[in-house]
């Protein structure tokens, strides 16, 4: 790839999109391996710069500004004073509901203009997704009012105000630790109190702030920190602080390990690799069995899945959480630093990178003991002071991941911790020429096809920008429940040669604003909103989805259900997850077995099902 231009095409693109749908899967999957989604070279260095200056110096600076302590000029500050932990979830929680943190970009379907977001919540008319609109009375409705762009102005404001307070200096603390300052208590008040109205009026604002990862340390911060103020506070109350802040990391890297248990989790490791600037071709290579022809995950994937990616997210945390011993506490530190950077140096798909700069950065302020900080031997859970307030603590850090585990169409990816799994909800939207184009008719909205083409500075023909767009097909299909999802619209749609697809998170992000791989927020919710609006008729919009795998490491069937815009659910069923990671992306000995568990009345498909199917009628609209 070049550092203005994208890398060139495996074949040229007019030949290309007349090619079979198998064959090009095939030939885009096999060309991901080395080459990934082949952006240009500036684009990386944009999103470095965004990352370490937008986030890390700026945030350092506000943070130097508002607080006695922390001076920008003098790095051993950075580590040892508590406050920037609150500080930079603060900022960090601004930028993305922005939209200049993870969803910002090319790599999550923004090309131009790269900001989602705000654009989009700052404006009456645009599409809205109320989690519970039917039950929570004055929430009902898809489309965005005055009263939600206020809401939206004043989470804005909420997360400002506690950045730029000035930091409040902790008058008791235990023998030995450095002077320490921490946010007022009350700033955090109007966050904790305005974000969730806003998620109950639109659900995607509040996934978009990752309100999952920063509102407990703002939760947290206000009502422990409140304790620590207080004028009968000792130093027992700092240390609960600390080693419940500590508690809320381990929590996110356990329950994303957790999660990551199961047959999905090795086909993430090498389409990750192969989508690294930094990693060279034949590394890139080995994660595969025998690229170009087999392109299941290899024995290195498995053991960087599986070895170097779930025992290191759970084992080392774990001990994190217990150990008392100051060099067991920096060493553990020092791992998971290293585990974020290598995450970071990879650029997924959705770019959370200032995440994983700050959840890196902030073990070594939590646990490395630098400049007088937070020594283990002080700073453990044994040495919390209120043993039976633990209980609730951890019941409330933990109810996402239990629960989003145990019934993952209730609760979002997010909160559940699936955030590299491979074990998603996820779509592929399928629209008969011509839909596609009215999708600009929608408010704001402006399809991928179109960005692609007037993008600068090296705009695409049209072939080419379709051929781009039909990367993130490919990428899909590297993954479990991509080849699970194209099997399903091979056994429904005799058309689909002559269908536009699209990877249903990218479209999310064109139509809504943002989405971080989150399934829920383009499933019959979102179609229905977009039918609405342009009254398709049957077959026009056909959509297959799929539901996150329950307790994956039991191994139960995988559920899908297919979703035409204008009939709804027509059909639901299952698949088999170990017959889909044991075929290869482009699906060449046919789709996997399904079995069909509901069919809406009336319903019969255009396609004869395959063998192995529990069904044989027929689909017609």
């Known amino acids: 790839m070049g550092f203005l231009t994208p890398s060139p095409q495996p074949v040229p693109p007019a030949e290309f999109v007349r090619l079979p749908l198998r064959d090009r899967i095939r030939i885009l999957s096999s060309h991901w391996v080395e080459d990934g989604f082949g952006t240009p070279r500036v684009l990386h260095l944009v999103y470095v710069l965004k990352m370490l200056g937008l986030y ?8 130097s500004w508002t607080t006695d302590y922390v001076h920008l000029t003098d790095p051993a500050s950075w580590f040892d004073n508590v406050v920037v932990y609150q500080k930079l979830a603060v900022w960090l929680m601004l930028l993305e509901v922005i939209g200049l943190g993870g969803a910002f970009g090319p790599l999550c379907g923004h090309f131009t203009p790269m900001l989602g977001n705000i654009r989009y919540w700052l404006r009456p008319g645009t599409i809205r997704m109320a989690p519970w609109g039917r039950h929570v009375p004055g929430t009902g409705g898809d489309e965005r009012t005055v009263l939600d762009v206020v809401l939206y102005v004043a989470v804005l404001a909420s997360l400002v105000y506690p950045l730029l307070t000035p930091a409040e200096p902790v008058r008791f603390l235990p023998e030995g630790t450095s002077p320490q300052e921490l946010v007022p208590p009350e700033a955090f008040v109007p966050i904790l109190v305005v974000m969730p109205l806003m998620g109950l009026r639109d659900k995607v604002v509040f996934l978009a702030a990752r309100s999952e990862q920063y509102l407990p340390i703002m939760l947290m911060s206000a009502t422990l920190g409140a304790l620590v103020m207080a004028e009968d506070a000792g130093s027992a109350a700092f240390v609960n602080l600390v ?3 500590k508690i809320i990391i381990c929590v996110v890297w356990i329950g994303a390990g957790v999660s990551k248990l199961g047959e999905h989790f090795i086909n993430v490791v090498p389409p990750m690799i192969s989508n690294s600037p930094g990693q060279p071709s034949l590394l890139k290579r080995l994660h595969y069995r025998n690229a170009p022809t087999d ?3 290899s024995r290195l994937a498995w053991f960087m899945a ?4 779930t025992t290191v997210e759970i084992l080392i945390p774990l001990v994190l959480l217990v150990t008392t011993n100051d060099t067991v506490a920096l060493l553990g530190a020092v791992a998971m630093l290293v585990f974020h950077i290598f995450i970071t140096s990879t650029f997924p798909l959705a770019v959370p990178l200032e995440w994983n700069v700050y959840f890196g950065y902030i073990a070594l302020v939590l646990w490395g003991g630098l400049g007088g900080g937070f020594d283990a031997s002080v700073y453990n859970i044994w040495n919390f002071s209120e043993p039976l307030l633990l209980i609730p603590i951890f ?5 996402g991941p239990v629960l989003g585990n ?8 997010l909160p559940s911790m699936r955030q590299y799994a491979g074990n998603w909800a996820c779509t592929v939207w399928t629209m008969r020429p011509g839909v596609e184009e009215r999708l600009n008719e929608l408010p704001l909205v402006e399809n991928q ?3 692609l083409q007037r993008m600068k500075p090296t705009p695409y023909e049209p072939d080419d920008a379709e051929m781009t767009m039909q990367k993130v097909l490919a990428w899909r299909s590297m993954h479990s429940q991509g080849r699970g999802l194209f099997s399903v619209l091979y056994e429904h749609l005799d058309d689909l040669e002559e269908r536009t697809l699209r990877e249903g998170e990218f479209l999310c992000n064109a139509i809504l604003g943002w989405n971080f791989g989150d399934g829920h927020l383009h499933d019959e919710r979102l179609i229905a909103a977009v039918q609405k609006r342009l009254n398709l008729d049957p077959g026009d919009l056909v959509v297959a989805y799929c539901e996150s795998q329950a307790t994956p490491w039991t191994n139960p069937p995988q559920a899908y259900r297919v979703i035409d ?3 709804g659910v027509v059909e639901t069923g299952t698949w088999d997850v170990r017959d889909c990671v044991a075929e290869q992306p482009w699906l060449p000995n046919g789709p996997v077995p399904l079995r069909v568990t509901w069919a809406a009345p009336g319903f019969r498909r255009r396609r004869t099902l395959t063998a192995g199917s529990s069904s044989d009628t027929e689909l017609t609209a």
């Open 243 to 245: 080693v419940v802040f």
């Open 406 to 413: 145990l019934r993952p169409d209730l609760v979002s990816f």
């Open 306 to 309: 599986h070895v170097g990616g």
């Open 449 to 451: 096809l179109d960005q």
């Open 395 to 399: 019941a409330v850090l933990c109810l």
């Open 295 to 297: 392109l299941r995950p």
């Open 565 to 567: 815009a204008a009939l």
């Open 56 to 63: 890390f110096a700026v945030g350092l600076a506000i943070t």
